[in-house]
């Protein structure tokens, strides 16, 4: 595959996507990207018939693959969705990432400490040097920009919340 501009509108729509992906299998973010990086460049080299499909396989195989070297014996996270749901569960959490990016810088990191790092509104506030009732605000104020994301996002939100 040698035409770039399909291949640079590949890697614009599917790259961030294929991390997340990834990073379900490998619980590596820099391996995740490195690997994403490997399949676009493997593709390269050839002309699969479904680019997309070949990707996502491709992803899906090195991160299983980079799993079995680096932590062998380590169950598969739980939260790995299914082949058959991995491109519209992989393109939801990018889609879900970039909203949470795109909110103000307190209230995004008053989110990601209660939702990810599942740390308590009393904690946060100490950490963040902010009262807990400024911590509840943001994480509620954040949760409801989410909740108002398009296309079907609101159920993903608060299921992947």
Request: glycine share 2%; net charge positive; proline share 7%.
């Amino acid at each position: 595959m040698k035409d770039w501009r399909i291949i640079e509108n590949l890697f614009n729509r599917y790259y961030r996507p294929l991390c997340l992906l990834s990073l379900h299998y490998t619980l590596d973010p820099a391996a995740s990207e490195d690997l994403v990086q490997e399949c676009f460049m493997a593709m390269i080299s050839k002309t699969p018939e479904n680019p997309k499909a070949y990707l996502y396989t491709s992803v899906r195989n090195r991160s299983l693959s980079w799993r079995q070297r680096n932590k062998p014996g380590e169950p598969l996270p739980e939260d790995i969705p299914a082949p058959e749901d991995e491109e519209a569960a992989s393109l939801y959490e990018a889609r879900l990432w970039t909203a949470i990016e795109k909110l103000p810088s307190r209230r995004r990191r008053c989110l990601i400490l209660a939702k990810r790092d599942c740390l308590t509104y009393k904690e946060i506030a100490v950490e963040l040097g902010i009262s807990e009732n400024t911590v509840r605000n943001n994480v509620a104020k954040a949760m409801e920009s989410l909740r108002k994301l398009p296309g079907g996002m609101n159920s993903f939100v608060l299921l992947f919340f």
